[in-house]
C-alpha cells in the first residue's frame, strides 16, 4: 500500500512539472503572438514577420502563427514592392533595387515582384553607363581623337556637289571628275598613265567622298590628296599603288584588349603587315596606308571594351538527409512521376462564389526549392559551410578554397651510390587541400542571362589507413549551367553515409563468440548527410556597346580603294539641309532638259559643249580652262575632254 502511494506522489509531481513547463512555454509562446500582434496593428509588418517567426521556431505546431507569418509576409512583401515602385519612378534605382529584393525574399513565387526586380537593375545599370563621368586625361584625348583621318584623306570638309548629279549616256570618265572638282572648288591633276573612257553614273544626293569613291570604283582608279586643295587621279595598278603609296604611322593605347589578340586580329582581317606591341603601355604601333590605318581603328574601338562582370552568391550547405525528406524537396533522388510545384490562387478573401469565376490569369505556379530553401537555411539541422561573394569577369574563374592543408608523406627510393644495388628511403611531404574548393566561370549574354561553368569539390580525412596514413573522401560536382540574372539554383545529391559502432563491456566475457554481445553494452549510429550548393548570378556591368560598333564598313580592293556608304547603314550625306542651293540638273544628251545652271561669277563666257553640259552655263568654273572658241562635236562614243 505505502509502495503505491509512493508511486501515485511521483507520478503527480512529475505531472506538476508538466503542467508548470508547459504553462511557462505558453506564457512565452502568448507574449511573442502578443507583441506580433501589435506590430502588425501598427503595419509595422517588418517587425510583424520578425516576432512571428520567433514564435513559429519555438512551437511549430502553432498553427494560427503560422497563418499569420504567411500573412504579414505577404503585406510586408507589398509594401516593400510599393516603395521600390515609388522609388523607380524617382529615379533613384540603387535604393529600388534594395526594396525589390526585400519584397522578393519575403514572397519569392510573385512573378511581378521578380519582373520588377530584373526591370530595376537594368535600368540601375543604364544610369551608371550614361551618368559615368570623371573621364580621365587619357580616356578624353583617346575619345577626341578616335575618329581624325589620317593625312592623305582629308578632303575639304565645306565641299558640296549638287543634289541631282547624273551623268548620261556619252560622258567620259575625264569629264566627270572635271566636273566634280568644279563644283568643289578643287584642283584637279591626271597622273600620265590615266586613259580616259566611256562613263555613266548617277551621283545624286552624294558626298564629295562617296562621289569620287564611286568614279573611281568604276574606272579602276584611285585618288591621292597631294595637296590641300588639289587631288591626283591615278591608274589602280600594282606599280602606281607602290608608287603613290604612303605610309601612317599611328600608335593605339589600349585599354581593354589583349595586345596579342588585337594584332592577330589585324593580321587576318586587314591584312596589316608592319605592327608592333609595347607591352609596357599596353599599346600597338602600326605602319601602313591611310586606309588600313582607319579600318585598323574601327576594329580596335569595336573590340576595346570591358568585359562584362558577375557577382555570384555562393552558399554551401549541409543538411541531413531526413530533413530533406521532411521537407519534401527529393532532389537527386527518385521521385513520384509528374510536375514539380505548388499551385496557389493570386487572390486573397476568396469565397465559394468566387471560385465559380477563377481564370487562367488568377492562378499561378511555383517552384519548390526558393520556399524550402529558406526554411533549411533556417533549420538547426543544416549546417552552412561556405557563403561567398565572388566576382569575376566573363571568361575569367573565380575560386574559392576552405579548409586546410594535410601533408601526406611520399616515400621513393633512391640508390646509396652511383651505379650501386642498395638503396635507401626518402621521405617528402605533399599537401593536399581539405575542405571546400570551388571554380567558376562566367559568360553573361545578351537577354541578361548567365552562363556558370562550375566545379565544386568537397574532401575529408574519412579515417586512417597502413601505418596510421590517412585516407581521404571525396565529392565533386562539374557542371554548366545558365541562369538568369538574380535568379538561384539549388544543386544536391553530393551524399554521405557516416556509420558509427560502440561497444562497451567487461573484458574477456565481450569477446566471447556468439555470446559476447550479453556481456557488452552495443551502439550503432548511421547518419546520412547530403551537401545542398546555391548560386545566385548578378550582373553589375555589361557591354558597352554603341551603334557605331555595330555599324559595317567596306574596304574596298585590297583595302585600297574606298567604297560608297551601304544606304542606311553608313553615315548619310553629311548637313544637306545647310548645302548651299545649286538649281541645275546635269544630264546626257537626249534625255530631259535640263535647267541652267548659274554661278556666283557674274560675267558669262562660253563653254565647250561637251555631253554632260548640254547647255551653256554661265560664269566661269574656277580650275577648268575656258577655250574662246567650241570645239567641233564630239563623235559618237567620245565626250568632252579637259585639262588642268
Request: aromatic share 4%; hydrophobic share 40%; with cysteine.
Amino acid at each position: 500500500m505505502s509502495s503505491m502511494l509512493i508511486r501515485r506522489a511521483a507520478d503527480l509531481r512529475a505531472g506538476a512539472v508538466a503542467l508548470v513547463l508547459a504553462g511557462s512555454f505558453g506564457c512565452a509562446s502568448s507574449a511573442g503572438l502578443r507583441s506580433a500582434h501589435r506590430a502588425e496593428q501598427a503595419l509595422d509588418y517588418d517587425r510583424a514577420v520578425v516576432e512571428y517567426t520567433k514564435v513559429v521556431r519555438a512551437d511549430p505546431a502553432n498553427r494560427e502563427a503560422r497563418t499569420a507569418l504567411d500573412r504579414v509576409k505577404q503585406r510586408a512583401a507589398q509594401d516593400h514592392a510599393y516603395k521600390g515602385r515609388r522609388l523607380a519612378g524617382l529615379d533613384r534605382f540603387e535604393e529600388a533595387v534594395i526594396e525589390y529584393q526585400l519584397a522578393s525574399e519575403l514572397n519569392p513565387t510573385d512573378p511581378q515582384i521578380d519582373a520588377a526586380l530584373r526591370d530595376a537593375r537594368q535600368r540601375l545599370r543604364t544610369k551608371i553607363r550614361v551618368n559615368r563621368g570623371g573621364r580621365t586625361e587619357l580616356e578624353s584625348l583617346i575619345e577626341r581623337t578616335r575618329d581624325v583621318a589620317p593625312p592623305g584623306l582629308d578632303l575639304p570638309a565645306t565641299a558640296k556637289l549638287p543634289t541631282s548629279l547624273v551623268f548620261g549616256n556619252g560622258a567620259t570618265a575625264r569629264a566627270v571628275f572635271m566636273a566634280i572638282a568644279r563644283f568643289a572648288n578643287l584642283s584637279l591633276v591626271f597622273d600620265p598613265a590615266f586613259r580616259d573612257q566611256p562613263l555613266s553614273i548617277d551621283l545624286r544626293n552624294a558626298t564629295l567622298e562617296d562621289a569620287l569613291a564611286a568614279v573611281t570604283a568604276s574606272t579602276r582608279s584611285f585618288y591621292r590628296v597631294s595637296a590641300p586643295q588639289t587631288i591626283t587621279i591615278v591608274p589602280d595598278t600594282p606599280a602606281k599603288r607602290r608608287e603613290y603609296e604612303e605610309s601612317v604611322v599611328r600608335t593605339f593605347y589600349l585599354s581593354n584588349a589583349d595586345v596579342k589578340e588585337v594584332i592577330d586580329l589585324l593580321r587576318v582581317v586587314i591584312d596589316i603587315r608592319q605592327v608592333s606591341a609595347i607591352t609596357a603601355t599596353n599599346a600597338i604601333s602600326i605602319k601602313d596606308t591611310p586606309e588600313r590605318i582607319v579600318a585598323a581603328a574601327k576594329l580596335i574601338n569595336a573590340i576595346d571594351k570591358a568585359r562584362p562582370e558577375v557577382v555570384i552568391d555562393v552558399e554551401l550547405l549541409e543538411v541531413d538527409r531526413t530533413r530533406l525528406l521532411e521537407y519534401g524537396l527529393q532532389i537527386a533522388s527518385p521521385g513520384q512521376p509528374g510536375i514539380s510545384g505548388s499551385a496557389d490562387v493570386n487572390r486573397q478573401n476568396y469565397t465559394l462564389e468566387n471560385l465559380r469565376n477563377l481564370t487562367a490569369a488568377d492562378i499561378f505556379m511555383s517552384g519548390i526549392p526558393g520556399i524550402y530553401y529558406r526554411l533549411l537555411k533556417n533549420d538547426t539541422a543544416t549546417r552552412t559551410l561556405a557563403n561567398p561573394q565572388l566576382r569575376t569577369a566573363e571568361g575569367l574563374a573565380a575560386s574559392a578554397k576552405f579548409g586546410e592543408r594535410v601533408p601526406v608523406p611520399v616515400t621513393t627510393f633512391a640508390p646509396i651510390a652511383a651505379g650501386g644495388i642498395n638503396t635507401q628511403p626518402i621521405t617528402s611531404f605533399v599537401y593536399e587541400n581539405i575542405g571546400v574548393n570551388i571554380d567558376i566561370t562566367p559568360r553573361t549574354h545578351h537577354d541578361d542571362e548567365v552562363t556558370l561553368a562550375l566545379r565544386v569539390s568537397l574532401s575529408s580525412i574519412s579515417g586512417t589507413g597502413f601505418a596510421n596514413l590517412p585516407t581521404f573522401g571525396n565529392r565533386e560536382i562539374a557542371t554548366t549551367i545558365r541562369l538568369r540574372d538574380g535568379e538561384t539554383n539549388m544543386l544536391a545529391g553530393l551524399i554521405r553515409d557516416d556509420e558509427r559502432s560502440v561497444m562497451a563491456g567487461i573484458p574477456g566475457l565481450s569477446d566471447i563468440p556468439l555470446v559476447g554481445r550479453l556481456f557488452a553494452n552495443n551502439h550503432k549510429e548511421t547518419q546520412q548527410t547530403d551537401i545542398i550548393l546555391t548560386l545566385t548570378p548578378h550582373i553589375v556591368r555589361v557591354l558597352d556597346l554603341t551603334e557605331t560598333d555595330l555599324r559595317p564598313f567596306r574596304l574596298g580592293r585590297d583595302v585600297g580603294v574606298t567604297v560608297p556608304a551601304i544606304p542606311g547603314t553608313l553615315a548619310t550625306p553629311r548637313d544637306r539641309e545647310e548645302a548651299p542651293e545649286v538649281p541645275s540638273e546635269l544630264t546626257a544628251p537626249g534625255a530631259a532638259p535640263a535647267v541652267p545652271m548659274t554661278t556666283p561669277a557674274a560675267a558669262p563666257a562660253a563653254v565647250p559643249p561637251a555631253p554632260v553640259f548640254p547647255q551653256p552655263l554661265q560664269g566661269p568654273m574656277p580650275g577648268i580652262p575656258i577655250p574662246l572658241t567650241p570645239p567641233p562635236p564630239p563623235k559618237k562614243g567620245g565626250g568632252g575632254t579637259g585639262q588642268v
